[in-house]
């Protein structure tokens, strides 16, 4: 007799089963420990300082580098200015000594500049390669000359330089003319005022009546005590 054979079943045999349950497990594990490294509130704190480490060195590392850069942009500026200031030389020799209202020096700092007096500066563009000569007016900073050639600039310069001495010449002269530097003239050395001859007879007439006039009240007074003394203390 036979032995009767086991139907087929139609679902998966327990052995495949269970490896997919594990496999499944694994998959789960892997995902929740990616999205834990990627979601800072769920990431471990000795992580979170290691980043915030690495951030702030790299954050260092970056700003060394951008001073640094700044730093050679602003030197590199410098040496532009000085060498303006080198070809101006020769206009500035030219200027007389007693005129003290230039004072041309390169101004280091955020900004460089070449100061040729209190409201006259040279500073590079934008740029770092064209030269901008400014002035401060009362009506704000205008704009003189803007060009990348130092010639351009050094006759705008010279230009500038001619005005300020005819400015110059023209409030001394009018500071003269208002009295300003002739007052100071005329204290430093007072003018003799001549007196006429009439005045000075005039004077001497008016000395010679107060001379009879002090003599005969004088006399007046010798002739009444003389009177006094004879009458009331006789001899």
């Excluded at 006259?120 to 401060?136: A, T």
Aim: hydrophobic share 45%.
């Amino acid at each position: 007799m036979e032995e009767p054979v086991p139907a087929p079943t139609d679902g998966p045999r327990p052995s495949l089963l269970r490896k997919a349950a594990s496999e499944r497990l694994s998959v789960a594990a892997a995902a929740e420990e990616v999205s834990g490294r990627h979601d800072p509130a769920k990431a471990a704190p000795e992580q979170r300082m290691a980043n915030l480490t690495v951030a702030l060195r790299r954050a260092r590392i970056e700003n060394a580098e951008h001073s640094a850069a700044l730093a050679d942009l602003r030197a590199a500026e410098i040496v532009r200015l000085e060498l303006l200031a080198d070809a101006l030389a020769p206009v500035l020799a030219q200027i007389p000594p007693d005129v003290d209202i230039f004072d041309v020096a390169v101004s280091p700092g955020e900004r460089p500049r070449l100061f040729l007096d209190q409201i006259g500066f040279v500073e590079m563009d934008r740029d770092r390669r064209s030269y901008r000569f400014l002035q401060d007016t009362r009506h704000g900073r205008i704009t003189l000359c803007e060009s990348a050639d130092i010639d351009e600039i050094v006759d705008a310069a010279t230009h500038y330089i001619a005005h300020r001495l005819i400015e110059r010449e023209k409030a001394l002269a009018i500071d003269y003319a208002s009295g300003g530097a002739a007052k100071v003239v005329r204290e430093a050395a007072p003018e003799k005022k001549a007196v006429p001859t009439r005045d000075k007879a005039f004077a001497a007439f008016l000395f010679v009546i107060e001379f009879l006039g002090s003599a005969a009240f004088f006399g007046l007074l010798a002739i009444i005590g003389l009177w006094a003394y004879r009458t009331y203390f006789p001899a």
